[in-house]
């Protein structure tokens, strides 16, 4: 959650708040499909880094999606990968997500 706040200075120099905005962006959780340990990779392809390894029963929350390497996995063939934090992607073929294409924003 992240909360903007803006104040005015009148004249006296009391300040008065002109406008509070809070936003927050509703976190989903998806799960990892059932019996996979799941690799989290540095980037989106399975040429990139292992960072960690998930465990059986694992569920992670999708900040943003990109295309990369291909993955035939669990829920089919895939070449979008779902970042679940700073520096970390797993392959959507190995999560639940309901969908074949996107179900988060695409990555910056």
Request: charge should be negative.
């Amino acid at each position: 959650m992240s909360v903007e706040r803006v104040e005015d200075v009148r004249d006296d120099g009391a300040e008065q708040e002109a406008e509070t905005q809070v936003t927050a962006a509703a976190v989903r959780y998806y799960s990892v499909a059932p019996g996979v340990r799941l690799n989290v990779r540095s980037g989106p392809g399975t040429g990139y880094s292992l960072v960690r390894v998930l465990p059986e029963g694992a569920q992670v929350a999708i900040y943003c999606q990109t295309p990369g390497t291909t993955v035939s996995g669990y829920y089919g063939t895939s070449n979008i990968w779902d970042n679940i934090g700073n520096g970390q992607f797993v392959s959507d073929a190995y999560v639940h997500t309901g969908s074949d294409g996107y179900v988060a924003p695409r990555c910056a």
